[in-house]
């Protein structure tokens, strides 16, 4: 079946820790994005990248960083600069990251305790 | 900069009735898409309907249609014959010659039996 997959589901994530969140995506799509979730709120962009080993900033990027090694997988890394991560995550893939709409995994919740 | 506005916070339809949902958005550009996604409460996001500006025709999926108002940048929902399913928060939002989704704040759709 093709689609978006992120794991984990739920991460939990002590103050100070690096976490990782996976993203990969199989249905051959050029780009890719990182959204952030708050709750009552609409999804806010953290990063994107429309091709291989090219990704560019969103509205929301301090805090955060990405890798685009592969044109599977799009990694989202929060670090402990960003000051409030705890929040819902989305991932999202597009055909050519012009005007098609665009897919979304099923979310990574983090939860900084 | 591009805005997408949802004014309604949430909306209650009965089961079988009919409910619209209205988008406003800003932009400068000619030629851009607008969709709606759905998020029920798995919190996966849904697409539900996408309109291209230059069409003219309002885009329709089974009972989903849209009332797209180009001169007034307007983008309404509206979902005929409700199904308890139907019940989610929907989104509506647009993107334009550089390919970002921008999100409005979304509306809570209750369907009650």
């Known amino acids: 079946d093709g689609g978006i997959t992120q794991s984990p589901k739920y991460l939990f994530r002590k103050e100070g820790q690096n976490v990782t969140l996976s993203c990969e995506q199989n249905?051959?799509?050029?780009?890719m994005y990182w959204y952030r979730q708050d709750p009552g709120q609409g999804l806010r962009l953290i990063y994107y990248?429309?091709?291989?080993?090219?990704?560019q900033k969103g509205d929301i990027a301090e805090g955060y960083s990405v890798s685009r090694e592969k044109k599977e997988s799009f990694p989202l890394t929060v670090t402990s600069a960003q000051k409030n991560p705890t929040a819902f995550y989305l991932c999202?893939?597009?055909?050519?990251?012009?005007?098609?709409?665009?897919?979304f995994g099923p979310g990574t919740r983090l939860t900084v305790l | 900069a591009q805005t997408v506005t949802q004014s309604q916070p949430e909306m209650s339809v009965q089961e079988a009735e009919t409910v619209t949902l209205s988008c406003t958005y800003d932009t400068s550009e000619s030629n851009y898409y607008l969709f709606w996604y759905k998020q029920p409460p798995s919190r996966q996001m849904i697409l539900v309907i996408r309109?291209?500006?230059?069409?003219?025709q309002n885009a329709t999926e089974n009972r989903f249609s849209v009332n797209f108002q180009k001169a007034a940048k307007s983008f309404s929902l509206k979902i005929s014959d409700s199904q308890l399913g139907d019940t989610a928060m929907y989104f509506c939002?647009?993107?334009?010659?550089?390919?970002?989704?921008?999100f409005g704040a979304g509306t809570q759709v209750v369907v009650t039996p």
């Open positions: 999202a893939s597009s055909i050519d990251g012009r005007k098609g709409e665009q897919f």
């Open positions: 939002a647009f993107t334009g010659s550089w390919g970002k989704l921008q």
């Open positions: 249905l051959n799509h050029d780009a």
């Open positions: 309109q291209e500006a230059y069409k003219q």
């Open positions: 990248s429309q091709i291989v080993n090219d990704f």
